[in-house]
């Protein structure tokens, strides 16, 4: 577990819960997310410094907003609830496309 603060961009926090998916399966779901970055709940701790394809639907409406991004696993640590984790990742591939999706998602919901 990472004891120092690395992130470089301020995180917004969602109003509901984004699922996480990878490899076609919910691995968690989004807490909160940066320009570089999330923050992910999940049932099952994972191993730091792992890279992972992960997809999130951003859509908050009728509209599908989906996301793909390659990611690295940079904090693992017991959750606040009983029984979850909380797992941040940072970005380390994503199409600038998806970038605008999420700047777009924080303007839109995470404020």
């Known amino acids: 577990m990472l004891s120092v603060d690395r992130r470089r961009s301020d995180r917004s926090n969602l109003y509901y819960y984004l699922k996480v998916i990878n490899e076609g399966n919910?691995?968690?779901?989004?807490?909160?997310?940066?320009r570089t970055?999330?923050?992910?709940?999940?049932?099952?701790?994972m191993e730091l410094d792992k890279e992972l394809s992960i997809k999130i639907?951003?859509?908050?409406?009728?509209?599908e907003k989906l996301i793909e991004a390659?990611?690295?696993i940079v904090r693992?640590?017991?959750?606040?609830?009983?029984?979850w984790f909380d797992i941040g990742m940072e970005f380390v591939a994503i199409d600038p496309v998806d970038k605008a999706l999420?700047?777009?998602t924080i303007n839109d919901i995470g404020l």
Do not use: C, R, W
């Open 26 to 34: 919910v691995i968690g779901y989004l807490i909160d997310i940066s």
């Open 37 to 45: 970055g999330v923050l992910m709940t999940t049932q099952e701790p």
């Open 57 to 63: 639907d951003l859509g908050h409406d009728d509209q």
């Open 70 to 72: 390659k990611v690295l």
């Open 76 to 83: 693992s640590f017991a959750s606040k609830t009983e029984n």
């Open 102 to 104: 999420i700047e777009s």
